[in-house]
């Protein structure tokens, strides 16, 4: 097999066939910065499309802001953005979430690790993380609806934030883990409590000055 060019700037190299070596690729200098990359189930699943503006990158920062303020101020934990490589062996996953959340207890507890570079600084996330957000887009359905919910209950993950505003209307669930899977937590009015970050959410839009959804996660 030769390397796949999908376009100039996103070049995928011969031998991407197991999660070993797509974890090397994802972790070198040749990796694409731009399209999103996961191995599935010895998969390799490729999305180059860029982002809509307001079913997807404007719902990904609002949730993630008020994620990542609420663990500084509570001090219980860490939040990564999109761009942060998630891998659990057992479940023979390897991608890159919307979000992912880390509590200092699981580090300290060690069953999630962050792994250093050859370089400097740190590149990747392994074993099982508390938390993980996906925002649904035209091209992720299948994979964040029945392939990443299967796999991240198979790595353990404790809760699975799913959300999806494509059609007008928000779609907000957070799945909490059982024996056979996720189920979708209760929600009153819209609120939903998360194990997790200790608190209750609800993901509401409004529109902008220039007429465009606003999204608000609100805490309580």
């Known amino acids: 097999m030769c390397t796949v060019i999908l376009r100039e700037e996103v070049r995928i190299p011969d031998g991407i066939d197991s999660l070993e070596a797509f974890r090397r690729w994802a972790k070198s200098d040749e990796f694409p910065e731009v399209g999103r990359f996961s191995f599935l189930e010895g998969e390799l699943w490729v999305d ?4 809509q503006l307001f079913t997807h ?5 609002e949730i993630g802001s008020v994620i ?5 101020s509570d001090r219980r934990g860490r939040f990564f953005g999109d761009g942060s490589l998630v891998t659990n062996v057992e479940a023979g996953l390897s991608t ?3 979000g992912t959340v880390v509590l200092f207890e ?4 060690e069953s999630v690790l962050l792994v250093e570079a050859a370089g ?4 990747e996330i392994t074993g099982t993380p508390d938390l993980v957000l996906e925002v649904v887009s035209r091209t992720s359905a299948q994979k964040d609806t029945v392939v990443l919910r299967k796999l991240y209950w198979q790595a353990g993950v404790s809760e699975y934030w799913l959300v999806d505003v494509r059609r007008g209307r928000v779609e907000f669930d957070i799945l909490k883990r059982g024996s ?3 189920t979708a937590a209760r929600k009153n009015d819209g609120w939903v409590k998360s194990s997790i970050l200790d608190h ?3 993901l509401t839009c409004a529109t902008d000055a220039a007429g465009n959804p606003e999204y608000t996660l609100e805490v309580k």
Request: no cysteine; aromatic share 10%; hydrophobic share 30%.
């Open 48 to 51: 180059d499309m860029p982002e």
């Open 57 to 61: 990158n404007s719902v990904k920062v």
């Open 68 to 72: 990542h303020r609420l663990l500084k």
């Open 96 to 98: 890159e979430p919307d």
């Open 106 to 109: 699981s580090l300290k507890e």
């Open 120 to 123: 400097e600084g740190y590149i």
């Open 180 to 182: 056979r899977g996720y």
């Open 200 to 202: 209750a959410f609800r």
